[in-house]
């Protein structure tokens, strides 16, 4: 089993800024990559953005140039600056985790809500 705890969601005004963190802990043999993905309501679960192991990363054309995502491999940490925040971006934030096995693993979700 992998739990994942995410932290750092909330309300902020548009243009404003959050960060978000998630670490994950437990039965972790070796994470290939982690990311973010969101939910709005009514909406799927869609990519946000996603860093490998190696350090390559992929963002969604909706929040490059705006959101970063990073990773400490020794925390088991990946993190996610939002910056330049719209109306648009407010969802529920979720962790995830791809081990090297392919298992896949979800957090429990952040809310973020941008008022305009």
């Known amino acids: 089993q992998v739990q994942l705890v995410e932290s750092g969601g909330g309300l902020v005004q548009a243009g404003g800024s959050l960060r978000l963190s998630c670490t994950a802990s437990?039965?972790?043999?070796?994470?290939?990559?982690m990311g973010w993905y969101r939910q709005a309501p009514g909406n799927q679960r869609e990519l946000v953005t996603t860093?490998?192991?190696?350090?390559?990363?992929n963002y969604a054309d909706s929040v490059k140039g705006r959101f970063a995502i990073s990773r400490d491999n020794a925390k088991s940490a990946v993190y996610l600056e939002m910056n330049n925040l719209r109306p648009e971006d407010t969802a529920v934030y979720y962790c995830?985790?791809?081990?090297?096995?392919?298992?896949?693993?979800w957090g429990q979700g952040t809310q973020v809500t941008v008022s305009s």
């Open positions: 860093i490998q192991r190696t350090g390559n990363t």
């Open positions: 995830n985790v791809v081990l090297l096995n392919a298992w896949s693993y």
């Open positions: 437990g039965r972790i043999s070796s994470i290939a990559s």
